[in-house]
């Protein structure tokens, strides 16, 4: 009878043993690398990351079951990946990528918690310096580009002037067209040497057309009207900026 009694005596301890066990926290140890990270100066309003590794030192499996930051220091961390109830065996290793995004000037601190069951959760801690960013240098001037617009800007003058009457074709009949005609595709032509890089050929090019410009008798102006002398100005304009390059 004794014997029976120890017997379910132990089964009883050992339901509850059991049981108890099954509501246990799971107390896998893990560690984190690094234990502390700088992201050193970074400039207000741009992002940085960087991964940490978490490793499982027992000897079953766990897993990730949260990675937070306190902030209680500042909001500028945050948690943009996290690997969360992937098992990680024994001696295995998962990433975690954590950000910094600086809000304002200064230097910043928090410590990151990551959770595996465990009731003392795996930490680091990681800091930061917000900067202004630096005044960005001009970029080297693209010269030809800009020769390039200003024709692009006579014609556009031409064009609009042609429209309201204050240019119109030299001459009479037909031939007066293909005068103004040739002028327009002399311009093209003018453009196309300055992207080849035939700035000497473009110069004399804006000679030959400042003369059909200028209001002398000799050779015959190609335009006439009250814009013309605004016209042969910018072409000659154009001729002093070629000058200067």
């Known amino acids: 009878m004794k014997k029976k009694k120890s017997i379910v005596i132990w089964l009883i301890f050992f339901i509850i043993g059991f049981t108890a066990a099954s509501f246990l926290p799971d107390t896998v140890e893990a560690a984190i690398d690094p234990t502390s990270y700088d992201f050193r100066e970074v400039e207000v309003g ?3 990351t960087t991964v940490v590794s978490i490793t499982n030192l027992g000897e079953t499996s766990t897993e990730i079951s949260g990675v937070v930051f306190d902030k209680t220091n500042c909001s500028d961390f945050l948690v943009v990946y996290a690997p969360l109830y992937t098992p990680i065996p024994p001696n295995g290793t998962q990433g975690v990528e954590i950000g910094y995004r600086p809000s304002s000037v200064g230097t910043c601190t928090d410590t990151l918690r990551v ?5 003392f959760p795996t930490t680091m801690t990681v800091s ?3 900067v202004m960013a630096a005044p960005k240098e001009p970029g080297p001037v693209d010269v030809t580009s800009q020769l390039v617009a200003q024709i692009t800007e006579i014609k ?4 609009a002037n042609l429209r309201e009457g204050n240019l119109k074709a030299a001459g009479k009949g037909r031939e007066s067209q293909r005068r103004l005609k040739a002028f327009k595709k ?13 700035l000497h ?4 090019k ?5 003369r059909k410009t200028d209001g002398k008798p000799r050779p015959q102006d190609f335009v006439t ?4 002398k605004d016209l042969a100005a910018r072409i000659e304009a154009l001729i002093d900026r070629l000058n200067a390059v």
């Open 225 to 228: 009207g009250k814009a013309a």
């Open 128 to 130: 930061g310096t917000g």
């Open 115 to 119: 959770y595996n069951g465990n009731p």
């Open 206 to 210: 804006l000679r030959e057309l400042h």
């Open 186 to 198: 002399m311009l093209i032509v003018t453009a196309h040497m300055i992207e080849n890089g035939r």
């Open 156 to 159: 556009a003058f031409m064009a």
């Open 201 to 204: 050929a473009a110069q004399n």
């Open 46 to 48: 741009v992002s940085q």
